[in-house]
């Protein structure tokens, strides 16, 4: 039996974050403000770089919000890549700015998205991943029948003759950084929102989130058709950023190994891996790229050692050793109601 004069335990507290709001809305500005002035500020050779990290940032985001939350690994994601460069390519033919085609490219690759889910929804595990390849090659096999868009040697993308090289690379920059920085943010407020709750148990245990009741098919479906406009989104800003749009280019596998491979050292299953993982990858390629083979070797061997040894990915070690969260989207326990919970025991007759 209780005993009727001992003192109630204090309640434990969950939280978010072990910050202060307000330094994430400043330090949000402060990023915000100076990639946007980048152009401005750095030399041209440091903004050619940064939109290529944008853009690969873009692809590993939406790679990440597929295969480390819905768990559903893909190998065809550089499908709407190519997906996107050529619906932004088909709009310009028709008259529209390819700036203005963003969006309309983004919206494309979304509705082509959702009746391909029907029927890779059949399939799991391997035979899903291969079957997105097969779509990819597949897509890519339709685009080089369409005379119109350039059929096998490509076209070149109208509307920005009217722009000087140095102004092109200023708006593609912009442009990229923007859908980059809109990607990145709205999958923050997914991650943070009841759908992402859902996401987190598919993660962890995809037969106890059925079992609770959760809309496991829906879900994954509904990720399928933002990470297809992610890749979409990429796509556009890729054709815009090497005008003459070509299928080997646009449908290129190596858009789906460097996703994979940023999304796999930085962390899956966490806003930051990706971003770590980009860094990472632009620092070997700019510090390896006159190595030859050994520039691949040396990329494959990284990617070995991260998945033997640290399979959770270098943001997973940070967080594992410091405890600490940039873009916390969990909840925790917070340590200093768990110190007092603990006392209370250990006090108590």
């Known amino acids: 039996m209780a005993d009727p004069t001992a003192r109630p335990l204090p309640p434990l507290e ?6 202060s709001r307000v330094y994430t809305v400043v330090g949000t500005v402060i990023v915000f403000a100076f990639f946007t002035a980048a152009p401005w500020i750095l030399a041209a050779s440091w903004v050619s770089v940064l939109s290529n990290f944008f853009t690969l940032l873009i692809m590993a985001t939406m790679w990440n919000l597929l295969a480390g939350y819905a768990g559903m690994v893909s190998i065809g994601q550089q499908g709407f890549v190519g997906l996107g460069a050529y619906a932004t390519l088909y709009f310009a033919i028709e008259g529209m700015n390819p700036f203005v085609a963003i969006p309309f490219a983004i919206i494309t690759c979304a509705i082509l998205a959702y009746p391909i889910t029907y029927l890779l929804f059949r399939l799991r595990g391997g035979y899903f991943a291969v079957a997105t390849w097969v779509i990819a090659d597949s897509a890519m096999l339709l685009i080089l029948t369409v005379a119109l868009l350039g059929g096998g040697t490509g076209k070149y993308l109208p509307g920005l003759t009217n722009l000087s090289p140095s102004q092109l690379d200023h708006d593609t920059y912009l442009a990229t ?7 990145l943010v709205a999958t923050y407020f997914i991650l943070r929102s009841r759908l992402g709750l859902v996401l987190s148990s598919l993660r962890d245990n995809e037969t ?4 609770s009741g959760a809309k496991v098919t829906s879900t994954r479906r509904l990720i399928y058709v933002i990470a297809a406009a992610g890749c979409g989104a990429a796509g556009s800003v890729l054709a815009i950023s090497q005008p003459f749009v070509q299928p080997g280019n646009a449908f290129s596998l190596n858009w789906a190994a460097e996703m994979l491979f940023a999304s796999m050292i930085g962390g899956m299953g966490t806003i930051e ?3 770590i993982g980009c860094v ?3 620092v070997l390629q700019q510090s390896l790229q006159n190595l030859g083979a050994w ?3 040396i990329f494959g061997a990284v990617a070995v050692i991260i998945a033997i040894w640290q399979p959770r990915g270098i943001w997973g070690l ?12 969990g909840y925790r326990v917070s340590e200093r109601s768990l110190t007092s919970h603990r006392r209370a025991l250990r006090d108590s007759p």
Request: no cysteine; proline share 5%; charged share 15%.
């Open 208 to 211: 106890a989130a059925r079992s």
């Open 318 to 329: 940070i967080r594992d050793t410091t405890h600490f969260e940039l873009l916390p989207v």
């Open 280 to 282: 990472i990858f632009f």
């Open 273 to 275: 891996g990706p971003i």
């Open 14 to 19: 969950v939280e978010r974050s072990t910050f």
């Open 295 to 297: 520039y691949l070797i």
């Open 177 to 183: 950084w923007l859908v980059a920085f809109v990607v």
